[in-house]
């Protein structure tokens, strides 16, 4: 027999189904709805258009300042079209972004400081627990908790050994002294230690050695020649043991203050390293904020050349034809340029003589004087200029009046300067 189970659903079951769904439909009401499309907001940052301003409620921004910046971005970025203003909106919308995730950044340094200081706040209530005054001798059958922190077990230790102190100069002896100590120094005994330990032994068991010497003189005798001291403590044994507790007291003393100067330059650099946490997610939110300001300085840069289009249209470079020439050309009416002037026919001379003038500049030479070479450019020129003329006149640019001006070329050049003067238009020739 097969441990699964049938994929085929019988009747009880598939309507035990259809029961359960009804429970689990998720929200009906337009209210549920729009209170549920949220619950997986988390930092806000993808969120769409449309609920923009609930994500900014429910991460406790205000929707009233975003729509300020957006209007104080406008104004100083001057006016535009649709693109200038998308641009705008996703400028603002970038700076929301860069404001949310500084104060995310602060945060989390905030929650880093809140850290510290519930840990000194812990470790002062620890010190005061372990730390009594010597006089209370009922706190000796205390069991006092125990703690991790090096100056709040030297705290403890001091206190005791105190407390043990002003018992041992009232000459009173218990046996609570020797376990109570014993159990601080346990694995980190010293000499000093170990001298305190021994002496308070003899003097919180003395009954117990009298007993003994009354019940068994011999094994005293024995104890003698082993070099063992089977006779109680007396004063001198006192005054050495408060000797030697002052001596133990006064190095604790030393160790505790030194744990605690530690501990303040502790609590000092831990307050400093809260200002730069680490960890995975202070790493991503320092690439989160370098990507922001890149694309807010791109936006603005975007911005600023539109700006700038939109105030300073450009214009054609010098010596190009932007269509403002052309265009005027065109509604130039048929009587006005019907009997065209000197100077017209002068001016379409240039434009089209411009074109040419640097390939006879740069294939001039050493023979470029002589009558021949000059005597061609010439004729090359009236041959062009006529070609010129048929063309605005095939246009309707000039008449037959115009087409005759343009015709009316020098065949010779004149002997002074070589020709030179009749390649050149009419504006450049030097007087």
């Not at 097969?2 to 009906?28: D, F, V, W, Y």
């Not at 744990?259 to 307050?271: D, L, S």
Request: aromatic share 6%.
């Amino acid at each position: 027999m097969s441990l699964r189970k049938s994929p085929q659903l019988t009747p009880e079951l598939l309507a035990a189904a259809r029961q359960n769904a009804q429970h689990s439909t998720g929200p009906r009401s337009p209210a549920a709805k729009q209170n549920s499309k949220l619950n997986a907001l988390k930092h806000g940052a993808y969120v769409a258009d449309e609920n923009r301003r609930q994500s900014m409620l429910a991460l406790g921004e205000d929707p009233e300042q975003f729509q300020t910046l957006t209007e104080e971005l406008m104004s100083a970025f001057g006016p535009g079209d649709a693109l200038w203003e998308k641009q705008v909106e996703d400028l603002t919308w970038l700076y929301s972004r860069r404001e949310r995730l500084e104060r995310a950044q602060a945060g989390v340094m905030r929650r880093a400081l809140q850290g510290t200081d519930d840990w000194q706040h812990r470790r002062q209530q620890e010190m005061a627990r372990v730390t009594f005054d010597a006089s209370q001798h009922e706190i000796l059958d205390v069991d006092l908790p125990e703690s991790t922190d090096r100056g709040v077990a030297l705290r403890k230790t001091l206190s005791y050994l105190e407390l043990v102190r002003e018992e041992i100069n009232q000459r009173t002896f218990r046996e609570r002294q020797y376990a109570v100590l014993e159990s601080f120094y346990r694995g980190m005994m010293g000499w000093r230690p170990g001298l305190i330990f021994s002496l308070l032994h003899r003097f919180s068991d003395p009954m117990h050695l009298r007993e003994q010497q009354e019940e068994d003189e011999e094994y005293r005798q024995f104890l003698l020649k082993e070099g063992a001291d089977c006779v109680p403590p007396g004063e001198p044994e006192r005054q050495e043991l408060l000797r030697l507790l002052e001596e133990e007291i006064a190095s604790v003393r030393e160790e505790f203050d030194y744990a605690e100067k530690a501990n303040e330059e502790r609590a000092a650099i831990e307050r400093d390293a809260c200002l730069a946490p680490e960890g995975e997610t202070w790493s991503m939110m320092l690439r989160q904020e370098a990507a922001l300001d890149h694309s807010i300085d791109r936006k603005v840069r975007i911005l600023l050349r539109l700006r700038k289009e939109f105030t300073n249209p450009p214009i054609a470079p010098a010596g190009q034809d932007d269509g403002a020439r052309t265009e005027n050309v065109e509604k130039i009416p048929d009587s006005d340029i019907s009997s065209p002037t000197p100077q017209a026919v002068e001016a379409v001379e240039s434009l089209k003589l411009n074109e040419r003038r640097g390939n006879v500049y740069e294939n001039k030479g050493p023979g470029f004087n002589g009558p021949g070479r000059s005597r061609n450019v010439v004729e090359n020129k009236a041959s062009y200029a006529q070609n010129a003329g048929m063309l605005l006149k095939t246009k309707g640019v000039i008449g037959n009046a115009g087409l005759n001006a343009t015709s009316k070329w020098p065949r010779t050049l004149p002997a002074s300067d070589g020709g030179r003067s009749s390649l050149m238009p009419a504006h450049t020739r030097s007087s």
